[in-house]
């Protein structure tokens, strides 16, 4: 059975994932009334609010004080630039090539640990995401769009081994908090100033959005951190899961054949990971 000091990480960094993929909801509920730049920007900008509270709780107002900037800046950028390539090239279930690329970059720069379990679970997760999405199954697949998110995927994969690598220059937060102002002035700077006016009801739900996004980054750099890079992978495809949950319930899109068929596949790549790997 897998080593029981990766419980609290994992289950924290699938928390994470399953606030994430919350906070997608509401950008997709508003994103047919406001520019797709602008929900972010105000995600990014609302996260900040948890995010300050929990670093100068945990480290004190002058926390900015002791910052190893170089590696704030660059992980924030890399980090950023990974969400806007996503964002681009639309053809999201290549995005889950992310926990592949990790596992290699991890065995290469940080020496973890692959064995035949590890390797196994990660690659039915990643099949059962690609056959719930049907990439191909609703019109043609934009080869740019591939790439895109495809660089993309690489960006997050190398924003996890950055941190991983440097996790000793910063905690959990802080790193959260940097990435955010980041995201903050990048967005702002690609929408080029220019808002369009929300109502009260969906500005509020933004903010919902942005403090439930902080809460999930967190957790995620928390579980990028103290994981192994295949274990790590296996949180972000359980949100499949709770995706298709959620859709079915709050907006009632009725999983498909595949969606079953998918998550089928990362729950057994789940009890493959959590039963067979002794290390």
């Not at 906070?23 to 995010?51: C, H, R, T, W």
């Not at 910063?170 to 002035?185: K, T």
Request: with cysteine; glycine share 8%; hydrophobic share 60%.
């Amino acid at each position: 059975m897998l080593n029981r000091k990766f419980f609290f990480p994992f289950f924290i960094s699938l928390g994470g994932y399953i606030f994430m993929v919350s906070m997608d909801s509401v950008i997709k509920v508003l994103g047919s009334e406001y520019p797709i730049l602008q929900l972010l920007f105000l995600n990014a900008f609302f996260s900040l609010i948890p995010l300050t509270f929990f670093v100068i709780k945990n480290h004190s107002i002058s926390f900015f004080k002791n910052q190893h900037y170089v590696f704030q800046i660059t992980r924030g950028l890399v980090h950023t630039l990974g969400f806007l390539l996503v964002l681009m090239g639309v053809v999201y279930p290549v995005l889950f090539s992310s926990p592949l690329m990790l596992l290699v970059l991890s065995h290469f720069f940080l020496s973890d640990n692959i064995n035949l379990v590890r390797i196994l679970a990660i690659l039915l997760g990643f099949f059962g995401v690609i056959i719930s999405a049907e990439p191909f199954g609703s019109g043609s697949v934009s080869l740019m769009g591939v790439l895109l998110v495809f660089a993309g995927a690489f960006c997050i994969a190398l924003t996890n081994l950055i941190t991983r690598k440097f996790m000793h220059l910063s905690s959990s937060f802080e790193a959260s908090f940097f990435s955010m102002v980041i995201s903050v002035i990048v967005f702002l700077m690609a929408m080029k100033f220019d808002f369009v006016y929300m109502s009260l009801n969906h500005l509020a739900l933004s903010l919902f959005g942005g403090i439930i996004a902080g809460l999930g980054i967190t957790a995620i750099v928390y579980g990028s951190r103290m994981l192994p890079a295949t274990i790590y992978g296996m949180t972000s495809y359980f949100q499949l899961i709770y995706g298709v949950v959620f859709g079915w319930f709050v907006f009632q899109q009725l999983p498909t054949l595949f969606n079953y068929i998918g998550i089928v596949f990362v729950i057994i790549a789940g009890i493959l990971l959590f039963f067979f790997d002794n290390k």
